[in-house]
């Protein structure tokens, strides 16, 4: 019988997520020690800044095997302060549906996101690696891992980027036939566009100009990006060769203007141009959207269009859900298929205390 | 024997079932539209294709016919035209990016099949008996040329789609598996070059044979319209490469120059003694 012990995003918050958190160098030590203690046959622990969770095996009766993994846990971390729905228990067939809905990034705070999939198998291949995996967790795993694969291909739950960053970044990708070798410029060293220009450089951007009224926090965030600080009156000057351009400046007006664009535009040949507007009040008269290869976005646009992704993802959850339905009956023993794990009878969900909260959204 | 003794309007018939495919490709594009061209989508590129092995074969079996290449009336230069388009877009389809093209051009196709099938376009004896391999070399590669002129609207459509979209914020946008705008653009202007590269030596061929056999050059509308039609799509060239002119314009140009093309193409070719001695 496949269990799964553990806390969430969900169910706690990230002081008590921090207090259980394993180290990843401490994993196959606490792994050793819940076999010898005979808690469990087979076990996975996965460590997250999100969630930290036991996936065993065990011949235990499963009101049982939770009571002493808890305890376990518990006296793992030296954590005294009573705990009521934090830490969630789940039976199969739940268990191995949660390990599916995990792998599939459908339990994760960015719904559909992939690195939890990255995650999970870095826990997996620690436990076996130590050898504390055996046939059914690793049966488990592998079919989560293709199952995450397949909802990857066959569903829309990991389409679209749902951060503003993000967005920009696909926007780029829409417009220019690639992004390396495209000239960057930030104007206004804000948070926001200091995010937006690490995506940016991350897809393969060529350059990074900085114009900030402050030029030693231009000075600062150009040199980690390995680009160069203007004066912010001189921005204007570098508009020839940029790309993409973010602006977030604290300009009580507009900085950029149909006008004072047109001229720039001549210089530029007529490149497209993608203008990134993430101030308030905006930098850019929306004005110059009208002007031929300008494309200009502000931050309501940009989240307008994370949050559509978003909904279509939400969407998706339904038929991700009926997929890992589907593919976990041979795990479960439903039908006499090759990957049946010997005709478990699912058990329901046990409660070590409180209601015993399912972790998945 | 069967080829000997088959239906002489064997081929019209291939042709009809192409045209056929195209139209059902057409409504499908539709569905694909409305649905955001969002996932790949192979199956519009296999009707193209069996569409494409249709309107092969009966172009196949003119060709046999005339025992040259069929390019003599109106209904054999109008298929031969868009046996241009569809086998250039079946080449650029490969690449999953370009293969949203096909929602694009079948209508395009579908047009010219429709036109082309009007009876009175296929006519033989008032139509050209062309002899010898420069005369059909230079109709080839003028028709051929005008393949490559209609894939180059085809894209530009498909440009103006995406830059109005992008333009306005409109979710599809993104979540269509489109190419990048500035791709469309290269796309459309290397089609365009194609195509004026073949004109160029299109015109080069038919202006030899006329001169060697004597024959007035610009007392024949056709003549005329051709360079007239040589002169916009260099215009066009060079507008895009030396003034640096929007995608934009550029593909609106493009697609106006087709249309133009489309439209007067019957009608020069009518008019023309060169083309109906």
Known sequence: MIVVLGLSHHSSPVELRERFAFAEARIPAVLQLMREEGLVDEAVILSTCNRVEIYASTSLDSTKAFAELKEFLVTCHDYRDPLTDELYTLNEPQSIHHLFKVACGLDSMVLGETEILGQLKKAYDIALQHRHTGPRLNKAFQRAFNVAKHVRTETSIQRGSISVGSVAVELAEKIFSSLDGRHVMVIGAGDTSEKTARALMSRGAKSIVVANRSIERAQALAAEFGGRAVNFDDWSGEFGNVDIVISSTAAPHHILNRTKLEPLMKLRKNRPLLLVDIAVPRDIDPEVNLMPNVYLYNIDDLQAIAEDYLKQRKEEIARCEAIIVDKAKPLLGHGNGPGAMGGVVPAPCSVIRGSGSNGSA | ?277
């Not at chain 2, 005369?135 to 490559?148: D, I, P």
């Not at chain 2, 085809?154 to 914020?169: D, P, R, T």
């Not at chain 2, 493009?254 to 009608?267: P, S």
Request: charge should be positive.
């Open chain 2, 1 to 277: 024997m069967w080829f000997t003794n088959r239906d002489p309007n064997l081929d019209r018939h291939f042709f009809l079932l192409a045209v056929v495919l195209y139209g059902i490709s057409t409504i499908y594009s539709v569905f694909l539209w409305r649905k955001g061209f969002r996932q790949d989508n192979w199956f519009n590129y296999f009707l193209l294709l069996g569409a494409f092995a249709l309107h092969t074969t009966a172009m196949a079996l003119r060709g046999f016919d005339l025992k040259h290449c069929p390019v003599n009336n109106l209904y054999e230069a109008t298929t031969f035209i868009a046996w241009g388009i569809v086998a250039a877009y079946l080449a650029f389809g490969l690449w999953s990016r370009l293969r949203f093209l096909g929602a694009f051009a079948s209508p395009v196709l579908l047009g010219m099949g429709i036109f082309a099938l009007m009876p009175e376009l296929d006519k033989h004896g008032e139509t050209p008996q062309f002899t010898g391999g420069g005369t059909s070399l230079h109709a080839s590669l003028a028709l051929l040329a005008y393949g490559a002129f209609g894939l180059a609207a085809v894209a530009g459509l498909m440009f103006l789609s995406q830059e109005h979209n992008l333009k306005f914020h409109k979710l599809r946008a993104m979540l269509s598996l489109f190419p990048p705008i500035q791709k469309l653009e290269v796309i459309a202007g290397r089609l365009v070059l194609t195509g004026f590269i073949l004109l160029t030596v299109s015109l080069a061929v038919g202006g030899h044979i006329a001169h060697e056999e004597n024959k007035p050059l610009f007392n024949d509308p056709k003549v005329p319209w051709a360079l007239l039609l040589w002169a916009i799509y260099l215009a066009l060239l060079v507008s895009r490469w030396r003034f640096a002119q929007s995608g934009r314009r550029f593909a609106i140009g493009v697609i106006a120059v087709f249309t133009f093309l489309v439209l007067t193409f019957w009608g020069t070719t009518l008019l023309s003694p060169l083309h109906h001695q």
